[in-house]
């Protein structure tokens, strides 16, 4: 009996509960690459990669409960990022054009979100890598997130 058959009734479904098939696991390492892609394209604009993955995830929530766990994951770990690349994109587009000065605010600012952005590609990385051989990936607090988000 395949797993879709046996989970149809079951009002609590874990992500851990689920055996994914081949095409599932490759779809949803696929959201991973997508927002890694997306970040190698549109690096300067942070909107690029919250909007491809915003993309893949419309175009997968009909999907399987896996697969569309994993995008939702995906989508859920790139608002805070957008929302941190953002405010650093206008504050330095605000330096360079000589509306405020550079101050130790800002390099502390910078420093953090490129910390964090390190920590999300590596995460990034470790999600599809997982998620390719059919294990699943939590991240910290995003899980839960997602956990809350994505219903059977």
Known sequence: MEYREIYMNDPILRIEDVVPYEDEKERASNCYVMSLVAVMIGLPMPIINLAAT????????????FVR???IQA???QVP???MNNILFWWTIRI?????DLSSA????FITVNLYNIYDFVETVRSAVQTRKGKIHKWYLYSTITDKICKR
């Open 54 to 65: 915003g993309i893949f995830y419309l175009m997968s929530r009909k999907g399987t409960f």
């Open 69 to 71: 766990w994993n995008s």
């Open 75 to 77: 989508l859920v770990s």
């Open 81 to 83: 990022l957008f929302i």
């Open 96 to 100: 360079l054009f000589c509306y405020t």
């Open 106 to 109: 800002y390099i502390a600012y």
